[in-house]
């Protein structure tokens, strides 16, 4: 079930480095990309960094609604993350064509993809020069949300046999989240 | 053995997401500290954005030399990873405290740290303006390296009971990288 993350903790959906849907919406136009290159910026408020090319729908939908959510896939969706990173909004709903549950979010006109382990919703802080230069956005998570038979009491509790969030090599190849590790003080 | 990584692939080092230690050095001094929120920024030329705390010794060696490596550590490393992210440089040379062996890297005066499963020599790109506000570094990656029994042939290639590179989720806790996925398109 989808419960809220505290703001000051939601920077722990991405610490870990997972690869990521972007959905954004504006004007009844939306659309989702993958987007490996997100990463946190700041604690509180929370903020995060996301590389968005220049040549995209969803580049436009962003710079058009000031918004945008980060979606955190699970195992079971990478196929589905392979895909909608390799067709373009312009030429197809990807909603539709790939079958994708929506929620609403509460903030943000962007929607929440169905089936992912967490989402994080975002309001772009105006940066234009790296935009314009480097294709990078920062946003304000305003909230955030995660499936709670993944995430609970503050972190990632993934079941040795469960999905888990995925990570980004090159083309379809992806690695899952593995084993937990604790560190300890030398 | 170190091997060189072409640039042209050397964004797979840190595409999925790792924890890194990010090393500097400037007028005969150095420094390392434990860095999660680091990620490519570009492939040609490679770039990559890595958030610096702005109190942090590790930012004036950076700012002062304008260079830095990107060392990403691995599961054997879990424990100094917590350890350099735990101490300031400013108090003691985490070099000598916990023993760590360096190589002098290509091009930049940043070391490498040994036993890492990767490194990445790194030019600051100015852009003071995200720094000053984010504490968001931008550098172009110019030179690349891989331990070649973790990663060979352009890609990760972790065994079942080897070494993998660590994601950070909070505090001393990390995750392995873990099993590998293979996705279809639809």
Redesign the interface.
Known sequence: MRRAVSLAHSY?LL?????TLIASSHAGRRNVMAA???????FDPP?L?A?IAADTWTRELVEASGEFTVCVPT?AQ??????VG?LSGRDVDKFAR?HLDVEPAAFVSAPLVGGCAAWLECRVVP?A??AE????F?AEVVAAWADDALYRD???RFAADGP?T?????G???????????????
């Not at 610490?15 to 690869?19: M, Q, V, Y």
């Not at 990478?78 to 895909?83: C, E, G, M, V, W």
């Not at 379809?172 to 030398?186: D, N, V, Y």
């Open positions: 722990r610490n870990h480095g997972p690869t490996a290159w997100v990463m946190p910026l700041d903020k960094a590389v195992t990478a196929d589905l993350t392979l895909a390799s790939f940066e020069g790296i230069r480097h294709d990078l920062l503050g972190e990632w888990r995925i990570h980004h090599l090159k379809g190849l992806f690695f899952a989240t593995g084993e937990r590790i604790r560190a300890s003080k030398p």
